[in-house]
């Protein structure tokens, strides 16, 4: 399995928060998730993979915790 | 090095009171409070302000950024309170606070640690204006 989160605007753009996607080598990174997704352009949105900030090719495993993040703007 | 403390509130909190529990005797500490506007960024009349985060995600960040400031600047102790949820115009958002042992380096951290919180920790800030909600796209300007 596959758990990919979504946030904030993205989330609202998506209509759902989290998915639990069949880990199939069609996920190989974030970015070949992202494009299954269809969400739009990936650019300017960061990518956490276990909680840590990676890029959008980093290699994904089966059991990973995706997440997609809107520009953040917070303080 | 200080204790480095960030705590995420969900409830409202008083910087000064939290000022006040905060230990340490340094000579010089830098603090920054930011609070809700009361009006969008469009000029509208802000209703609420919305806050949301990445759990866990966030506090390391935060934590992450704080180490790596502290040793940067030889600052000492740091707090960070940070709040999430539904925030009313004039409720205090963040609360940045950094002990050192001289103006300049407590300042020049306090400083750094916010811009890089406002830009690299995931908070989402939405607006709320006569009962409709818009994301904010970025931050304000410095």
């Known amino acids: ?75 | 090095m200080g204790l480095i403390q960030v705590e995420i509130r969900l409830a409202g909190f008083d910087p000064w009171q939290e000022l006040g529990q905060w230990a340490g005797h340094s000579a010089a500490v830098a603090v920054f409070v930011g609070r809700v506007r009361s009006t969008a960024m469009d000029g509208r009349p802000l209703q609420a302000l919305e806050l949301e985060h990445y759990p866990g995600l966030c506090e390391r960040q935060i934590n992450r950024m704080a180490v790596q400031l502290q040793r940067k600047h030889a600052a000492g102790a740091m707090l960070v309170v940070h709040r999430v949820g539904r925030l009313l115009p004039g409720e205090p958002i963040v609360l940045v606070a950094v002990q050192a042992d001289r103006r300049g380096a407590a300042q020049r951290c306090s400083a750094a640690l916010l811009e890089q919180l406002k830009h690299q920790a995931p908070f989402w800030k939405r607006e709320w204006c006569a009962d409709q909600g818009t994301w904010l796209k970025e931050n304000t300007s410095l």
């Open chain 1, 1 to 75: 399995m596959l758990q990919v989160l979504l946030f904030a605007s993205l989330r609202e753009r998506a209509g759902w928060s989290e998915r639990s996607l069949s880990w199939s080598s069609d996920y190989a990174t974030p970015r070949a998730v992202w494009d299954r997704l269809e969400l739009g352009s990936l650019q300017g949105i960061s990518i956490a993979v276990n909680q840590e900030l990676v890029d959008a090719d980093q290699p994904l495993q089966a059991g990973d915790e995706l997440a997609f993040l809107p520009p953040f703007t917070g303080g």
